[in-house]
């Protein structure tokens, strides 16, 4: 039977809108369902609202900064309605403009939930389309059952809707979304208590953030509630309680679920169509985004990879240049930066300390200072750079900071540890003065120094030198 279209995307999400844009301008007939709105998670509900949210706060900073630089009579008070109006026109406007860019790329968009029904064949909003190739991009949701009762706390969605700053907050997890939202929520002037099983926040990051971020929450008004487990959630007269391991009960007006995400693949006919899904359900994919179904693929959170919009959109990218272009191209897992939108932020790229000591010889550099703009009006804050090192080649693996714009300097740097600078290159990288971002080429000699321990005892592979 003939091909309504070349391809069918499932999801106008970040990664889906950019598959489908690349594969058109390949030439491709494309189209894009979609059952919610277009712009996915990180337009409508994740990343654009939450940095949003995020620069409101930062104005209770400013505000309480203002005097010691002079200004007088500073005063202020936040109406989160205000905000939340504000911040609807503008994810309708950019939700109006991924619309617009769908258009303009000639790919055509259907409402509704899409459902595999066949090989290359996808019902949605009653229509039965058949695609020689289907990209299954349906993104992932807030997971609800990390332990019981959870299912009445607020999730991220729930949070970005807010019209009024809760008393009194429970955060619940220790992750991205429950670090992010602690920070901001305690900027806008809730009692924050962040409940996390473990000593330190954020697995999986570099120890040297972990160690400093916690210090950092407290002193913006978050009180941290670490090192026991959770056991289950219940709702009260007052709001919510929180009843942990060592038998202690946390107390809030109100509660956010931030445990993790999980892949929307339910209702979607994937595993009767032949599409395996992994232990976490999430589509089973190989370097080329390929799933287990002839002619259907997935890219971005669905595939539980790595779980950031800019990987998705370059899996979506790759996918259509591999599959419409003239050339095939891959997206490196590896070396992912990411931020953390914190107060203070983070920024990273590259291996950790200890992930890089288990690899191989290693020089760590770092810097730890008071930032020039808040030293000033006696602020404790401070800022921390870390540079991990490769101590046969010199070449830099990691690059970590705690500290104000964290995010932008990383950003920047790492393009110098994509292209395989050495620290030697930093070295004569001239400053930009007065900044902070200069600390990273001004470290001259290694805090400390870890030995050589066979790459093979790491049980992982080396990163790939150039
Ligand atoms: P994460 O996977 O980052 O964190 C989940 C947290 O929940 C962890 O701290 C985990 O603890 C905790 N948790 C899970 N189960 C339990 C349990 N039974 N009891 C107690 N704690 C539990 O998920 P998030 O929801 O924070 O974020 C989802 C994804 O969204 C992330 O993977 C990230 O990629 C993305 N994101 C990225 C952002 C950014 O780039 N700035 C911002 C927001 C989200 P433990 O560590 O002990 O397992």
């Known amino acids: 039977m003939s091909h309504s279209h070349d391809l069918i995307v499932i999801g106008a999400g970040s990664g889906g809108v950019a598959a489908a844009r690349r594969a058109a301008a390949h030439g491709a007939r494309v189209l894009v369902a979609e059952s919610g709105r277009v712009g996915g998670t990180c337009v409508v509900r994740g990343c654009v609202p939450k940095k949003l949210m995020m620069y409101a706060a930062s104005y209770a900073q400013s505000l309480a900064e203002a005097p010691g630089y002079g200004w007088v009579d500073v005063s202020g008070r936040f109406e989160m309605a205000r905000w939340a109006d504000a911040k609807a026109r503008e994810i309708a406007r950019l939700e109006g403009h991924y619309r617009k860019l769908l258009d303009d790329s000639g790919v055509e968009l259907a409402a509704g939930h899409a459902r595999l029904a066949g090989a290359g064949v996808v019902e949605v909003g009653g229509r039965v389309l058949r695609a020689g190739r289907v990209l299954v991009a349906s993104g992932s949701a807030p997971a609800r059952d990390a332990i019981p009762g959870l299912e009445l706390a607020m999730t991220s969605d729930d949070v970005l809707e807010l019209r009024e700053v809760p008393a009194s907050l429970l955060v619940i997890g220790g992750g991205y979304i429950a670090v992010e939202f602690a920070s901001i929520l305690a900027g806008l002037g809730a009692k924050v208590t962040l409940a996390y099983r473990d000593a330190l926040l954020l697995r999986g990051f570099d120890q ?231 600390e990273f080429v001004l470290m001259r000699e290694p805090a400390r120094r870890h030995g050589a321990p066979t790459i093979a005892s790491a049980g992982v592979a080396p990163p790939a030198l150039t």
């Open 208 to 438: 040297s953030l972990r160690e400093r971020l916690s210090p950092a929450l407290a002193a913006r008004g978050v009180e941290l509630a670490c090192g026991v487990a959770l056991q289950s959630l219940s709702r009260t007269a007052a709001g919510f309680e929180l009843l942990r391991g060592d038998g202690s009960v946390l107390r809030a007006a109100a509660a956010l679920n931030a445990t993790g995400r999980r892949p929307n693949t339910a209702g979607m006919g994937l595993e009767e169509a032949g599409v395996r899904l992994d232990a976490r359900g999430a589509i089973a994919v190989d370097v080329d985004s390929r799933s287990s179904a002839d002619a259907v693929w997935a890219i971005g959170d669905v595939t539980n990879r790595v779980n950031l919009t800019p990987v998705a959109i370059a899996e979506g990218r790759a996918f259509a240049d591999s599959e419409f272009g003239a050339r095939r191209v891959r997206v490196d897992h590896r070396t992912v930066a990411s931020a953390v939108f914190t107060d203070p932020p983070i920024g990273t790229v590259g291996l950790g300390e200890a992930a890089a000591a288990r690899l191989g010889p290693v020089d760590v550099y770092e810097s730890d200072f008071r930032p020039m703009r808040t030293a000033f009006t006696g602020s404790p804050a401070r800022s921390y750079m870390k540079l991990v090192v490769d101590g046969l080649s010199g070449r830099v693996l990691g690059i970590h900071m705690i500290g104000a714009d964290a995010p932008e300097i990383v950003q920047g740097l790492a393009v110098a540890l994509s292209c395989g600078a050495t620290k030697a290159d930093f070295d004569r990288t001239l400053a930009v003065h007065p900044t902070a971002a200069e």
